[in-house]
């Protein structure tokens, strides 16, 4: 199967990347190299123009599952802007709301649709080229404007500043939890070292290693204020 990727649009910490033709095990690769190189050189907002995509199979949705879960990774992420059937099937597999799958952005084809999208286990599962049935023909869609573009990038822009004050948000928790662990380790620590010098104790633990384990809370949320 055939699958042309182009980068359209680059900016300094995102970018749009658009793919035609028929998306299968064989071919997303292509896709994921690029997205990987785009991601690596600090454009982690990625837009997926997926208008013109064909047919997507079981293997090239996971395909944009990992180009997502890697630029989330880089506080980052992936919105798909999908035909109409590809946002019908994306909507069923990705239900909203999930930070692990991509943002769906449903758009009107570009062109009326030959055939039909459909989306079937990869061929590495065992199953053949899927059939495709074909539909009536439709009237015929103006060509999206670059504005349609602008307001993608801007929705990621958004999602940024969202994850960003997300990630903010979770590390001032880690810090606080961190710190509080700490201080219970110490407290154990106190409270083993009293009973440590009581006659006939039994107690096998002294408080060091709580104390131990005390200074290496307090590292990590040393490390979560840092950042």
Same mark, same amino acid.
């Given at each position: 199967?055939?699958?042309?990727? +182009?980068?359209?649009?680059?900016?300094?910490?995102?970018?749009?990347?658009?793919? !035609?033709?028929?998306?299968?095990? @064989?071919?997303?690769?292509?896709?994921?190299?690029?997205?990987?190189?785009?991601?690596?050189?600090?454009?982690?907002?990625?837009?997926?123009?997926?208008?013109?995509? +064909?047919? =997507?199979?079981?293997?090239?949705?996971?395909?944009?599952?990992?180009?997502?879960?890697?630029?989330?990774?880089?506080?980052?992420?992936?919105?798909?802007?999908?035909?109409? &059937?590809?946002?019908?099937?994306?909507?069923?597999?990705? &239900?909203?709301?999930?930070?692990?799958?991509?943002?769906?952005?449903?758009?009107?084809?570009?062109?009326?649709?030959?055939?039909?999208?459909?989306?079937?286990?990869?061929?590495?599962?065992? @199953?053949?080229?899927?059939?495709?049935? #074909?539909?009536?023909?439709?009237?015929?869609? #103006?060509?999206? !404007?670059?504005?349609?573009?602008?307001?993608?990038?801007?929705?990621?822009?958004?999602?940024?500043?969202?994850?960003?004050?997300?990630?903010?948000?979770?590390? +001032?928790?880690?810090? !606080?939890? =961190?710190?509080?662990?700490?201080?219970?380790?110490?407290?154990?620590?106190?409270?083993?070292?009293?009973?440590?010098?009581?006659?006939?104790?039994?107690?096998?633990?002294?408080?060091?290693?709580?104390?131990?384990?005390?200074?290496? @809370?307090?590292?990590?949320?040393?490390? @979560?204020? =840092?950042?």
């Amino acid at each position: 199967m055939n699958l042309w990727v +182009k980068v359209t649009q680059r900016e300094s910490d995102s970018a749009v990347v658009s793919v !035609s033709g028929e998306m299968d095990l @064989f071919s997303c690769p292509r896709l994921e190299g690029i997205a990987t190189g785009l991601i690596g050189d600090g454009r982690v907002h990625l837009v997926l123009d997926a208008v013109r995509l +064909k047919f =997507c199979d079981l293997a090239g949705v996971r395909a944009l599952e990992r180009v997502h879960i890697a630029a989330a990774g880089a506080c980052g992420g992936l919105i798909v802007w999908a035909s109409r &059937p590809l946002g019908r099937l994306l909507a069923l597999l990705w &239900p909203e709301g999930r930070p692990d799958r991509p943002a769906v952005v449903r758009a009107a084809p570009m062109a009326p649709l030959e055939r039909r999208l459909v989306l079937l286990p990869g061929r590495g599962e065992g @199953f053949g080229r899927p059939r495709v049935a #074909p539909v009536r023909p439709m009237a015929a869609v #103006p060509r999206t !404007s670059g504005q349609d573009r602008e307001t993608l990038l801007e929705r990621s822009r958004l999602l940024r500043e969202q994850a960003r004050t997300h990630m903010a948000t979770m590390r +001032k928790r880690a810090e !606080s939890i =961190c710190a509080g662990l700490a201080d219970a380790q110490e407290r154990l620590a106190a409270l083993h070292h009293a009973l440590a010098e009581r006659p006939c104790s039994g107690l096998s633990c002294d408080g060091d290693s709580h104390l131990a384990k005390a200074d290496g @809370f307090r590292r990590q949320a040393e490390i @979560f204020a =840092c950042h």
